[in-house]
């Protein structure tokens, strides 16, 4: 039966309103740590205010990495290119090396190949893990090409938030730049006709401490306490250029969402933290990770649910059923895509990107990049950061983080149907008694996970402990669904809430990073269950070679890590049927 609140919030969403806020957005660049952005973030303390909300403004340290100009000389020839954050900078000289075409730059492009003191020439979208390799291997340049004309702002630091003492030596060591589709076609093709080929270098950088913004906005439930939980809705407010699509859109949805969940308040079960973020282009998340790590247990102790938003309603971005979301909250997620588009939900995992800061912590989360442009449309950059194999989304348009990112490239009616999706979420999350978190669904998530590796280890490696700490998952989970679906009193809701909460906190941090609750993995693509990851390595080993050998250990370690999650997850689980049975 249809929540007669929720359809009627969901069908008040102004676009109208949603635009006025648009065309605020229009007004100033917003790079992290800028006054631009603190202007432009005013502009939401302010209207959240008005809307009832307590705001704050925080302000941080963060490793901030500013490109600025640039350019490549071949053969007495400049070529146009655009430099990355995080890319080394260099001195009026610039550096000069060989070029070394290298294909898509990955570890088998990479392969026994001498690339010291060299400029690698790489296709594709700049990305973390080439720049990783490039260094590793001493080139002291990379040159990638982009899919079209267009280069596209990328933070290349493959370190999550700002570096630590132990982090800080896997930044970028090489300058790092992008040039057009036709300028890299015209160096492949001298390449062709002279192997040694040489290129000179330019960047400026900016890169180094400064203070950052963090706007926080909170409202709690009418009965709602000090020690209350709230769920966390959050998106990145910095941007490339303009960046009214991204994040401007998902900005205004986030002001639209606050505005009418507001409104019939009087319904909310815990409370509701909004939270805009710096950082995140130039700064690889770096206040989600300063904000998870300054207020671990507050997040640890509160937080039930992470939603996130980025980039809504750009212009063509017709497709949502391949937005993202834990197994355990895809259930939610489906209702609110397939209720407010013609489209359903393909229920793909969440990959490693976006402020996704409090896995460790073990909140799930639901959404992050949101509306996409369809398939099989012209090549597109962000597609190569979101993913384009077996999907439907294919990115965010050729707009996407270039200069052209401005507020023509809004289409309103997506924007309100976007929203509409995010209102009809975040209205369930603070309203349903019993929260939406299945973790039967995740049970059976997992055991596909477990089958497919399986069929790479096979007998190399014995997952019959984990098989059956699944199975139990899934029965136990069961039982409490049947349990909270005819659950009533308060004693016996906030029983099962409690108890969501905690079997989160084991089965996410597995689910979604190595294991560790207290550091953030690197900024690099990541399977499901990571801490899994030595057994995938398995397979691609000889049985009695001596690397084989060296991996059982860690494989052991592997599965303890998520055996014992698996473990404290079921004891959870039982000790909470225990007392519903005894109630």
Known sequence: MTDPTRYSLVGATDGGLMMEHMREFDRWTKHAGTPEERESLSYCDGVLRKYGYETKLIEHDAYISLPGPGRVEVAGEVLECIVHSFSQPTDEDGVTARVAYLVNGKDEDFAGRDLEGVIVLVEGIANPAAGLRASAAGAVGQIHISPHEFGHEMCVSPVWGSPTHETVGRLPTSVIMTVGLSIGASLKEQLAGNAELEATLFAEVDTGWRKTPILVAELPSPEGGAHEPYVLFTGHHDTWYFGVMDNGGANATMLEVARLCAQQRDEWKRGLRIIFWSGHSQGRYSSSTWYADEFWEDIEQRAVVHVNIDSTGGRGNTVVSDMTAAAELASVASQAIEENSDQKFTKRRMPRAGDQSFWGIGVPAV???????????????????????????????WWWHTPFDTLDKIDETILVRDTRIYVHCIWRLLTDAILPLDYAAHAVYLKAEL???????????????????????ESRATELNVRAAGASGAKVVDRINRCLVEVSRHIVPVDYTKGDRFEHDAALPQAIYPALQPLRDLSRL???SAEAKFLDTGMKRACNRVSWAL???????????????AT
Do not use: I, M, W
């Not at 992050?368 to 965010?396: I, L, M, W, Y």
């Open 367 to 397: 959404f992050c990049q949101s509306s996409e442009q369809p398939g099989g449309q012209e090549e597109n950059a962000s597609a190569a950061v979101f993913g384009a194999d077996k999907r439907a989304g294919h990115g965010t348009g």
């Open 451 to 473: 089958d497919a590796l399986h069929d790479l280890v096979g007998y190399r490696f014995d997952l019959t402990g984990l098989y059956d700490r699944v199975a139990l998952l």
């Open 542 to 544: 000889e049985p009695d």
């Open 567 to 581: 473990r404290e997850a079921n004891n959870a689980l039982a000790s909470c049927l225990a007392d519903l049975e």
